[in-house]
């Protein structure tokens, strides 16, 4: 038969136990709600369309600038559609992730 | 008071200072950078001056502080991304005191300028390669090839090089656009309670921004911490792809 003091310590140790539960469950990330799901997937399709035509804005310069070839305005056209391309790319991929959380959850 | 909600923005230099051509003047965002830097360094300092085993309020304070942090990396790429425990923690608290400090009324936001945003995530971008050039040699440049076909592959490698330097502005520009607005909201609201305040029999309506102030004030203080946390858990998400390479697909 276990002493009280052993029984007191198992009973200490079970509450603990619970009480690490209960903060990891508080802790844990809520849901993105479907406001910010949405404000999500049209950054990641804004910043990708910018990232795209700045890059195209600046092959286009470069080129111009220092090997005097005029490639205006076909590096911008080209790299804005590869910038919607990796939007596209980068919405699909966001949303798997939730999709992903989603499922784990339950 | 009449200014314009933007006025607080405005960088405006205390020593004017030419160098080479380059206005390298000490500013108020210098100074502020500063302030954040010293704050930083005298939280930390106090929290570490008398180590107890049971610590007091700065000691806890200090501790809470390093265990966040550390739980964070250990949560977002495990033991093995602690040896950037020490990058982390710069970034999340100096991120975190500039916000902070931008709240008190009067102080320029360090964090609401994009230079300052965009160099800190081109800081973290470049680690992120530097990490994974240093990890994998070459082979990290797989992370811009995905499984596919070689005749798809020229098209998908730009694709993938576009969506990788988006995190260079999204990091940046989220950042800057949630303290921006913040504070410009803040300011409209100041502006209307002194323009009810002078409007005569209407005066007394000039509560209800006032009180606005006080909900978008507190929201502010969430926004501030949870940029500041969003930041840095970005940057060990990056960096654990730079040390791991298994492809975010």
Known sequence: MPSPEQDDLKRLGERIDEADRRQNEREAAPPPSAWGIAIRFAAEMV??????????????????HWASVQTRPWGLVVFVLLGAAAGIRNVLRAAKEINAAEAAKE | MAMSPMEQFEVKPI????????????????????????????????AV????LVPGKMQSMGEISYEFVANMIRSTSGDAGLVFFPFVFTIFFFVLFSNFLGLIPGAFTVTSQIVVTFALAALVICTVVLVGFARHGFGFLKLFVPKAPWYILWLLV???????????????????????????MLQVFAGFVVALGAAGLLAPLAVAPMLMIVFIGALEMLVAFLQAYVFAVLTCIYLNEALHLHDHH
Not at chain 2, 49 to 52: A, W
Request: glycine content about 10%; proline content about 4%.
């Open chain 1, 47 to 64: 910043m990708a369309l910018v990232v795209g035509g700045g890059l195209g804005w600046g092959i286009d310069w470069a080129f111009e």
């Open chain 2, 15 to 46: 020593v004017p200072l030419h160098l080479g051509g380059y206005d390298v003047s000490f500013t108020n965002q210098s100074l502020f950078m500063c302030l954040v830097v010293a704050a930083v360094t005298l939280f930390f300092a106090l």
């Open chain 2, 49 to 52: 001056s008398r180590p107890k």
């Open chain 2, 158 to 184: 730009p694709i993938e090089v576009i969506s990788f330097l988006t995190r260079l502005v999204s990091l940046s520009v989220r950042l800057f656009a949630n303290m921006l607005a913040g504070h410009t």
